[in-house]
């Protein structure tokens, strides 16, 4: 294997990846072919919650294979790992959110969501934010509020509107035409950004005005990185309709959607097959999320989350930081500039640390690392950011 090959064999998503030969990985570490270990501050974008072949969650995995795949398509057989799984989800979430649909990634749990709030409502308008993301299947694509990412595949889903995240004013747009708000808990491509004021609270009152579902997307933040089993549960916001996925199975990919058991009903008949998945509840990957959810929740690690992003907070101070958004460990520092963001990320990947970047904003950069991170590991890490923004020149960027 080669890099040309990656190159010619392998479909790209942008003109210049980063193409680290990946060996192995362990703990918060990735090794490239040469040997060299890459300190992890990113965790597969948030999904490996439980850094890189947690024993636990690789047992669980090794446990299932040796018993059984695949058997049949979701919803037809009971497989005792997605049905644990999602008992035991159930246990932890507010009342209404008790029955579970597994499916195979974040963007097919909102496509799922959002056609769970139009089957049930009747209506057909969605309520979105600008600058959102939900994922790229043409459902999830049609509530981004940002045109550029957008324009080449129109046309989308008719009847969406937008509004802007925080800005209650805007809330009277959610209406009695409205089937649903769609809303991160926290804005994830568009910086890590909170909501403010109890926006979800009075979000969450307006469409109980008018008869609205809200669906909250909690595929990045969900699972601990905000040191809360999900972040809504900082604001007091339970959702008709939860979107994870992301850091569900510390690896696998993997999604869902929650909802009433009542509400999740009406994807059974009228029409019948209302969502269908062929692989959604693979046991394999059930087992891993079982396996990742229970070391998460039997376990100091979410609270330890909270201490640890004290921990980068107090160590990520330097003049070319203006601020660090975000909550727990799901943290982005802003640069001054774009170009500021860019060396970083780029110097950093030289000397064996793993950063990345926010899809919209672009003085960001990202840090949401392991939960299982160890504080030595996060003050080397943050040495090595200060020590490559002490070298920083205009000139020097790449």
Avoid at 163 to 169: K, S
Wanted: proline share 5%.
């Amino acid at each position: 294997m080669s890099k040309n090959d990656f190159f010619t064999y392998q479909a790209q998503t942008s003109p210049h990846p980063l193409a680290l030969e990946v060996s192995h990985a362990k703990g918060s570490y990735i090794y490239d072919t040469d040997g060299n270990a890459h300190l992890d501050f990113v965790a597969g974008v948030s999904a490996c919650s439980l850094g890189h072949c947690h024993p636990k969650v690789v047992n669980a995995i090794k446990t299932q294979v040796d018993q059984y795949m695949h058997v049949m398509v979701y919803g037809e057989y009971v497989q005792k790992s997605g049905v644990e799984y999602s008992k035991l989800l159930a246990s932890l979430l507010p009342k209404n959110l008790n029955t579970t649909y597994l499916v195979n990634s974040g963007t097919e749990a909102m496509e799922g969501a959002i056609k769970l709030a139009r089957r049930h409502t009747g209506r057909s308008q969605i309520v979105a934010a600008k600058n959102a993301y939900h994922g790229n299947t043409m459902g999830s694509l049609s509530l981004m509020g940002l045109e550029e990412r957008k324009s080449a595949f129109r046309p989308l889903i008719p009847d969406v509107r937008f509004i802007q995240f925080n800005a209650q004013e805007e809330l009277k747009k959610i209406t009695e035409h409205t089937a649903c708000m769609v809303l991160e808990t926290i804005q994830g491509g568009a910086g890590f950004i909170l909501p403010e004021d109890d926006y979800l609270a009075k979000v969450r009152k307006r469409c109980d005005e008018v008869g609205a579902l809200l669906i909250l997307d909690e595929i990045q933040p969900g699972f601990g990185r905000t040191g809360k089993l999900f972040a809504f549960e900082h604001f007091n916001c339970p959702p008709d309709i939860l979107v994870i996925g992301k850091g569900m199975a510390s690896g696998l990919p993997v999604g869902a959607f929650v909802a009433s058991h009542e509400l999740m009903g009406d994807l059974k008949e009228n029409p019948k097959l209302g969502h269908i998945t062929t692989f959604g509840g693979n046991p394999v990957i059930a087992a891993a999320s079982l396996a990742t959810l229970k070391e998460i929740t039997e376990t100091d690690i979410i609270p330890q989350t909270l201490e640890k992003e004290k921990l980068f907070r107090k160590l990520l101070q330097h003049p070319l930081i203006k601020e660090i958004r975000g909550k727990g460990l799901m943290l982005a520092p802003i640069m001054e500039n774009k170009e500021i963001a860019d060396f970083l990320v780029l110097e950093a990947a030289k000397k064996g640390l793993i950063l990345f970047w926010l899809l919209f904003e672009s003085k960001a950069v990202r840090i949401s690392p392991p939960l299982t991170i160890s504080m030595k590991e996060i003050e080397a890490g943050c040495d090595q950011i200060i020590s490559i923004l002490n070298s920083y020149q205009p000139d020097t960027v790449n």
